[in-house]
């Protein structure tokens, strides 16, 4: 008997609450689809082309992930099941009063949640094993790699932690239900629909105060944001983080009582057909949910911040990888990291012993190092080629160029001089005392002819421009600009006004920032001054493929560098010295870095953005579902006095509309806040454009919200229409 009455209440449910159960389905479906990533039918495709460990650190981290969104879905359950509790009160009062005992009904109320849940993971967990295929093309054209061995493949491990969740999720919500229904006294419950019907509105005085206050409150946070960036964490970042949210709650508590006296004194509006009853009812409801609301409205706020600046940086991984993959593979020496040089007995002699000790071995490294260089004259290749015999068999072609960080002049010097910096206060600062970096025209050419790009000539007293990063753009175009100086090796040079986009080495993402071409003999004053290249990159063509090129380059490595212990225990090939080589890129490597990234970045933005967007806008629809339940005696009243049809679904309308809009209206001038900040601090440096993103982030929106935004209004109509029947007229 029990069970027969749960499931009349479920269908029943069904039908006026369905938001509810489709946002379980969606739920478990893209929790099981994100989590058997790594199981996904693509990695036998990948085995050749990408390291497994791309999809075991995108799956750790959806893992991760996934804590934060089970709480936010098991947030989602509780509340809507808060939701249909109290909406029921009175039906579960009536059982109570027919003589039923308190423990049956709560064995009712625990057998449909058992029910909704058992629903929801079989029709979700079926719904996500077909979206975790559709998973498979989405990375594959991530990837840009063909399908070639694709088969269905279940995930037991995401299916086995999607089971555990939800049934965790669902035992916690039967528990929660139980304790709520015997909680409740029997006059509590009869009276329940008269409680729910009085309107709560606040002095408008103190909400005017209250929406003033919540106003600079918010501006206070945009302020502090602006100011402080996003280049770190700080206590600066989380002010303007306390802020926002105080903000939020704040202007949610306020903003009902505010307009409501706003609209009462705008007696042209007010009077206006059902202006009167509307503004009421949702100043009532914003008065009573206006915590609900200000999570919901923050929700927004982290989903769309996410969803949009994740995919700008999926797109920066890939946006740059024709120029990261021009060589085969670059060879980097940071001759930079032991700029010091080696120690004089006098300061030797102010350290401790054991710190003396230390430096004198250290010192002795760096002069046989630098002494080795010297020997072969900064040539990478030569000594390559002498160190190991897989060089001729390996290398085609190749050039070698050499960054040289001259005293002379900084680029704080051109900053000033053009009113030009890198669009980043602290970015500026951080390299307004550094030295302009300069290479030799000879190195600068042979590397754009192995390329096929265009050469420079700057003649013995002219120089160029060489940049590839967009935030040094600015500075780079006006440092070229034809008659412009600048002075290296205590020589006055004249720009030729040709500047260049020639990328010195295989990267993910675009380094070469402002660098100047000059003479030959330039770089032969700065040698005679004892100058030593800052870094040195060595771009390699093979005579093979790239899959073969690397594995002779790793072997090629490990003979000129082997690794000690304490190297190779780490995972490197190779023991990385300032020189010849710190640090080895292949093209396939950035590759695979890439489309690593990308893919990462990509499904956590989906993931998070998404399951919060459907968790905010579920809510809501509930809340206005339960609102329109709650009301009906309301509109009883409206049809009985001679409002049509017409005039109620418009005011109808209309609360659905706000009850929506206002908390997306105060999450979209957050995000718009935070993501300019980011863009300043993070995309555009790396020549990512905000607005992609930003108009992708508004199509899920209007999809996704907009959907629940009419299946809200849809369904709050039926039952409104099924309530009053043929007291409707029009």
Request: charged share 15%; glycine share 8%; proline share 2%.
């Amino acid at each position: 008997m029990l069970a027969k009455l749960a499931f009349r209440n479920i269908r029943r449910s069904v039908k006026d609450y369905g938001v509810y159960f489709v946002t379980l389905v969606f739920g478990v479906a893209v929790f099981y689809a994100f989590n058997s990533v790594t199981s996904q039918s693509i990695l036998f495709d990948l085995e050749d082309t990408a390291s497994a460990s791309v999809f075991d650190m995108t799956g750790q981290m959806l893992g991760m992930f996934s804590v934060v969104i089970a709480c936010v879905l098991g947030f989602l359950v509780l509340y809507a099941n808060g939701f249909l509790i109290r909406r029921r009160k009175q039906e579960f009062g009536t059982y109570l009063m027919l003589g039923m005992n308190p423990s049956s009904v709560s064995v009712i109320v625990l057998l449909e949640t058992v029910a909704v849940g058992l629903v929801s993971l079989v029709v979700g967990l079926a719904l996500g094993f077909a979206l975790s295929q559709g998973l498979s093309f989405v990375t594959a054209g991530l990837f840009n790699i063909q399908m070639t061995q694709y088969r269905f493949v279940f995930s037991t491990d995401a299916f086995l932690l999607t089971l555990g969740c939800f049934v965790l999720i669902f035992a916690v919500t039967g528990l929660f239900n139980t304790l709520s229904i015997r909680r409740y006294k029997l006059i509590d419950l009869l009276s329940a629909r008269s409680k729910n019907a009085r309107f709560r509105v606040r002095n408008p005085w103190i909400s005017l105060v209250g929406f003033l206050a919540a106003v600079g409150v918010i501006a206070w946070a945009y302020v502090t944001l602006v100011d402080n960036g996003l280049m770190q964490f700080d206590e600066g970042f989380w002010r303007a983080t306390a802020l926002m949210v105080a903000g939020t709650f704040l202007f949610f508590w306020s903003l009902a009582g505010f307009v409501l006296a706003v609209i009462e004194r705008t007696r042209g509006v007010y009077f206006k057909g059902l202006a009167m009853f509307t503004t009421r009812q949702i100043a009532s409801k914003v008065n009573t949910a206006f915590v609900s609301l200000s999570v919901v409205c923050v929700m927004l706020f982290f989903s769309l911040t996410v969803f949009s600046t994740g995919m700008g940086l999926a797109r920066a991984f890939t946006g740059n990888i024709e120029d990261g993959t021009l060589y085969d593979a670059t060879l980097t020496a940071n001759v930079y990291l032991n700029a010091g040089g080696v120690h004089d007995e006098e300061a030797l002699a102010s350290m401790s012993e054991e710190d003396r000790a230390y430096q004198r071995v250290a010192d002795e490294k760096a002069a046989a190092i630098a002494a080795d260089a010297e020997a072969y004259d900064w040539d990478i290749a030569a000594k390559l080629a002498d160190s190991s015999g897989v060089w001729d068999e390996l290398v085609d072609r190749f050039a070698q160029v050499d960054v040289y960080q001259t005293s002379d002049m900084t680029y704080g010097d051109l900053m000033d001089r053009y009113g030009k910096d890198l669009g980043n206060e602290k970015q500026s600062a951080a390299v307004h005392k550094q030295g302009i970096a300069v290479i030799g025209v000879s190195q600068f050419n042979a590397l754009a002819e192995m390329t096929g790009r265009p050469t420079v000539d700057v003649g013995e007293d002219g120089y160029a421009v060489n940049n590839a990063f967009d935030a040094t753009r600015a500075l780079a175009d006006a440092s070229a600009r034809k008659g412009e100086t600048i002075e290296v090796a205590g020589r006055m040079l004249t720009a030729t006004g040709e500047r260049r986009s020639q990328p010195t080495q295989d990267a993910a993402f675009a380094a070469d920032g402002a660098n100047f071409i000059v003479p030959d003999s330039v770089i032969a004053d700065l040698r005679a001054q004892g100058v030593r290249p800052d870094q040195s990159f060595l771009d390699i063509m093979y005579k093979t493929d790239r899959v073969q090129g690397d594995a002779l380059l790793e072997q090629m490595l490990a003979e000129v560098s082997p690794p000690s212990a304490e190297v190779s225990s780490s995972g490197w090939a190779f023991g990385p010295k300032p020189w010849p080589v710190t640090l080895s890129f292949t093209a396939e490597e950035v590759l695979v870095q890439s489309s690593g990234m990308n893919l990462m970045i990509s499904y956590l933005a989906l993931y998070i953005g998404f399951v919060f967007l459907i968790a905010t806008a579920a809510v809501l629809a509930i809340q206005q579902l339960s609102e329109t339940s709650d009301s009906l005696a309301r509109y009883k009243v409206l049809a009985e006095i001679g409002c049509d049809r017409r005039m109620i679904f418009r005011s109808l309308r209309t609360q659905v509309l706000v009850y929506f809009l206002v908390p997306l209206a105060l999450a979209v001038a957050h995000t718009v806040c935070a993501v300019s900040v980011i863009s300043d601090a993070v995309l555009e440096q790396l020549g990512v454009s905000v607005f992609e993103p930003a108009l992708m982030t508004g199509v899920l929106v209007a999809v996704v919200y907009g959907a629940y935004l009419l299946v809200t209004y849809f369904a709050s109509k039926g039952i409104i229409r099924a309530s009053l029947g043929k007291k409707l007229i029009g």
